[in-house]
């Protein structure tokens, strides 16, 4: 298998680009160091130098004569802000620039330097290039990783949605508000990266050495960017709709303890009322009602009625 590295070194990277085969260069970090390395070795564009500082760009493609330059991006975790490369292809080389780890070109760097032959059993020819097997699965990976982050999305929203029904909680708005915000972010990702692999399909922009033979392989990445599309958009309308669940669930709540609040003050208003006339200091009231039958009668007994009629009449309406 042809060169893989990670730690750059001037004098490999020249022995290597002098033997006329491909190498891949995978480079962690956008420092000064690495902006010469990339001038002085590979002679980029000045435009693509100070790419290179710029992250946090919209995934994109764009060719500069004979090299192809390409934004993407992959997921390191649901909830995670995602994983940027840029990636320099060309003839005779294949260099990916990024900040974060990224298990995926991490797992296939360690591929390629157990192998030491064909990736994946492909073996290159005139008609499987290597740099276009190597940029196929560099990008198949990084595409593929937002499954597993969608996937645990999945589950996490599930969950929320069971506990907001028993007992809905603030903290679970603030998970739901989060989601959204990271599915916002996703889609802002994901549909100019489904742009940007449609427009290879389509043949608008030609890679360096395309052939025939690696349509299917563009058409494949193009497939799965489609589907993560579809998640996106169904998981945006899930949380949309767990949050009008949950406000919903909160609403019926207070409504609950509204009417039970309502009850009670409906049942002690007859009873002020009535306390209040028995208590009045007139003559006739306190002449005639002294003994104990007038105040069992009068007193406890309208009260007693009263709580009853409106029991029976909440019972009769539905509010019990």
């Excluded at 840029?86 to 990024?98: D, G, I, K, P, S």
């Excluded at 589907?227 to 609403?251: E, F, H, K």
């Excluded at 009602?289 to 007994?301: D, K, P, R, V």
Aim: hydrophobic share 45%.
């Amino acid at each position: 298998m042809d060169g893989s590295l990670a730690s750059p070194d001037q004098a490999t990277i020249k022995s290597l680009l002098a033997d006329g085969k491909l190498l891949w260069l995978d480079i962690k970090g956008t420092g000064q160091d690495t902006v010469d390395l990339l001038r002085d070795l590979f002679h980029l564009h000045p435009l693509l130098l100070q790419s290179i500082a710029r992250f946090g760009q919209r995934p994109k493609i764009e060719p500069y004569g004979d090299l192809t330059y390409l934004v993407f991006y992959g997921a390191r975790g649901m909830g995670e802000h995602p994983t940027e490369v840029h990636c320099f292809c060309a003839e005779h080389f294949l260099v990916t620039v990024r900040r974060e780890q990224s298990a995926v070109l991490d797992q296939l760097r360690k591929q390629v330097a157990e192998q030491g032959g064909p990736l994946y059993g492909v073996q290159a020819d005139s008609k499987r290039p290597l740099r276009l097997i190597m940029l196929y699965h560099i990008m198949e990976g990084e595409i593929d990783s937002w499954f597993p982050a969608l996937s645990t999305f999945d589950d996490k929203i599930d969950a929320l949605q069971q506990q907001m029904f028993v007992k809905p909680t603030d903290q679970q708005l603030s998970e739901l508000f989060s989601m959204q915000r990271w599915l916002v972010g996703m889609r802002k990702v994901v549909s100019p990266e489904r742009d940007m692999v449609a427009s290879l399909a389509s043949g608008i922009i030609e890679l360096p050495g395309k052939v025939p033979e690696s349509e299917p392989y563009i058409r494949e990445l193009y497939d799965h960017l489609i589907r993560i599309n579809d998640l996106v958009d169904s998981y945006r309308d899930l949380v949309s709709n767990a949050m009008s669940a949950y406000l919903s669930t909160v609403s019926n709540r207070l409504n609950q303890v509204m009417k039970q609040l309502t009850i009670i003050a409906t049942v002690f208003l007859p009873l002020s009322f009535l306390t209040g006339f028995f208590g009045q200091n007139f003559g006739w009231l306190v002449s005639r009602l002294g003994s104990l039958t007038a105040f069992l009668g009068l007193g406890i007994g309208t009260e007693v009625v009263a709580v009853t009629a409106l029991f029976v009449l909440f019972r009769r309406r539905g509010w019990m």
